[in-house]
């Protein structure tokens, strides 16, 4: 009895030494085979042209468009903040290979998309854009005026709006995609259910994502319990609801861009846009 026992209690023994080695075969296997489709992934990535550029306005939330979007799993932006390349000629005589050089490696079903407000107050930007693609998708963030104006003087800048030279440039209109900036600010997912629509890729960012710095008066984004929010650069003059302007500057303000807007309204086919 007590050798059967024993014969029983060794072939246990024989039997968990044989499950454990299975095991680790099977653990090395799967990660043999894990790796192999990661590199494989990667091997399948390539440096790709924009399919997608946001060309400004500058200080109407550019950088906080690219940042929300670049949660996005079909969205690739370049390392570089601004790339520069179609406004600087010394950049642009480099050609369209160097350009590429500076895009992330992606998949064939994610879209590079880049950002740099400059882009729309130079002349030659629409021709150069439109000559590496004319099928390419172009993103404006307009914004409320007066306060793009201070937040722009706050950084002793100067800009003019020039999207109308990119519709002139033979861009069609369901190539462009103008979002609100005061909408970008106060409600993210709306413009960014908005862009994910006209890039045609799904939309996984949503209201769920985002949550108000109070300080800032900045949104912030919420993934998996964990914040991204925007670097201390931003957001300087929109904290505590932003500059409070006086009554008389304000009319003379909405009175020297009332034309503007309307010009501008009327290009987007609405009466006015929220918060201007």
Known sequence: MQVSSFKRFICFIQLGISCFFLFKTLKIANKADSELHSSSTESS???????AICIGAKKCGTGALKDFLSHHPLIATPSVYEV??????????????????????????????????????IPEVPKRIFSMDSNIKIIIVACEPKRRAYSEFIKRLQSKYTSRRFRAFRFQKDQILII??????????KPLIEVQQFLDIPAVLTSDNFVL???KHFFCFLKNAKM????????????????????EFTKEADAFFETYNKELFAFLGVKILQGW
């Open 180 to 189: 609100n900036g005061e909408e970008l600010l106060q409600n993210p997912a």
């Open 84 to 121: 520069h390349f179609f406004d600087n000629n010394e950049e642009y005589a480099k050609g369209i290979e160097y350009y590429r050089s500076l895009m992330p490696r992606t998949l064939a079903s994610q879209i590079t998309f880049e950002k740099t407000p400059k882009y729309m107050v």
């Open 213 to 215: 710095d109070e300080k």
């Open 228 to 247: 991204s929010c925007l670097n201390d650069s931003k957001g300087k003059t929109r904290s505590e609801g932003g500059p409070k302007f006086s009554e």
């Open 45 to 51: 990535k390539i440096r790709r042209l924009p399919q």
